[in-house]
């Protein structure tokens, strides 16, 4: 059985596949409607069960189209109207249920051990929809965005301003797998956990964190940032802010990148704080593209997970 619940707990030759499975998947239904079934129906009479315990707009309707397109069916259960959430079942008791319904689970939860706790449990393959910890559906959208635009990663430079948090963790990982240059501008503060920088450092990635945002931009192939204020995330806001103040990307900052660099958000955003306007609407901004990929490479994830 195959959870995707990080990239670095898959081999690298996998998560090529992976990529490169959604790439041609998505080629080959190009004339199709958006909510058309894929002619193989690969996925007849399989359920994947969803469960948030945090918002969402991106992964809940993404994962929706991803089913309904490999000829699936879903069941979505809400924490705050089931027993699981209200705490009178247990973990264990909720996922040998779920196993009895569904043939996977895709789940966004508030703590990472949560989550490990509940795949521990389950009798069918797991998919991180989100912790506090990393969002490796998300981070694989944008590698395939970025390989669909600019050919393959591979020694690329990808330049990340902000918030040390859970995109970042999983984009650290991805340096590794998909061996891209990654260069981490942030305060001191809010660094990514040293733990996984030094993982990332022993197995030869090519990643450095500086506290200087021009540098890290500096002509890099991609700019990527995040909200600075992430769900759940209990901070002093105002305080937060201040200190990511000069990491924002805006104007400035694009014109020290490559001519044609892009740039990436896996949103939701807030405009005018970690990325101005003028870069989210220009025309290097490929945030839409990266909201579309993540159908396509979740149903990548969800097929390699039940082969
Ligand atoms: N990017 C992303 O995961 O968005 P949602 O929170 O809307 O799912
Ligand atoms: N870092 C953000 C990502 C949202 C998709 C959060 O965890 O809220």
């Not at 989100?130 to 959208?141: E, F, G, K, W």
């Not at 991805?174 to 030094?198: G, H, Q, T, Y």
């Not at 806001?237 to 001519?259: D, H, R, S, T, W």
Request: aromatic share 8%; with cysteine; hydrophobic share 40%.
């Amino acid at each position: 059985m195959k959870n995707f619940i990080n990239i670095a707990d898959v081999d690298k030759k996998e998560l090529r596949k992976i990529i490169d499975h959604a790439k041609s998947q998505k080629e080959k239904r190009s004339k199709l409607r958006k909510s058309a079934i894929d002619s193989e129906k690969p996925l007849a009479g399989k359920t994947l069960v969803m469960i948030f315990e945090k918002p969402s707009t991106r992964t809940r309707l993404s994962f929706e189209l991803a089913m309904k397109q490999l000829g699936g069916e879903l069941l979505v259960l809400n924490p705050k109207e089931s027993h699981y959430g209200s705490g009178d079942e247990s973990i264990h008791d909720t996922a040998k249920v779920l196993s009895q319904y569904g043939d996977i689970v895709m789940m966004r939860t508030q703590r990472h051990k949560h989550f490990l706790e509940f795949s521990k449990y389950l009798d069918i393959p797991i998919i991180n929809g989100l912790t506090n910890l990393s969002h490796p559906c998300q981070v694989m959208s944008d590698i395939m965005t970025f390989e669909e635009l600019k050919g393959p990663i591979q020694n690329k430079k990808i330049a990340w301003l902000g918030d040390g948090n859970n995109i970042v963790y999983s984009l650290i990982e991805s340096a590794v797998k998909f061996n891209f240059e990654l260069a981490i501008a942030c305060p001191k503060k809010f660094r990514p956990e040293e733990k996984i920088i030094k993982w990332a450092k022993k197995n030869k990635a090519k990643i450095w964190i500086t506290k200087d945002p021009f540098e890290a931009a500096n002509l890099a192939d991609c700019v990527m940032t995040d909200k600075w204020i992430s769900m759940g995330d209990r901070v002093n806001e105002k305080k937060k802010k201040k200190l990511l103040k000069p990491y924002q990307v805006n104007k400035k900052i694009m014109k020290l990148a490559k001519e044609k660099a892009i740039f990436m958000h896996c949103l939701p955003a807030s405009r005018g704080e970690e990325v101005t306007n003028e870069v989210m609407d220009g025309k290097q901004s490929v945030v839409w593209l990266e909201a579309l990929n993540r159908i396509h490479v979740q149903k990548s994830i969800i097929q390699w997970c039940l082969r």
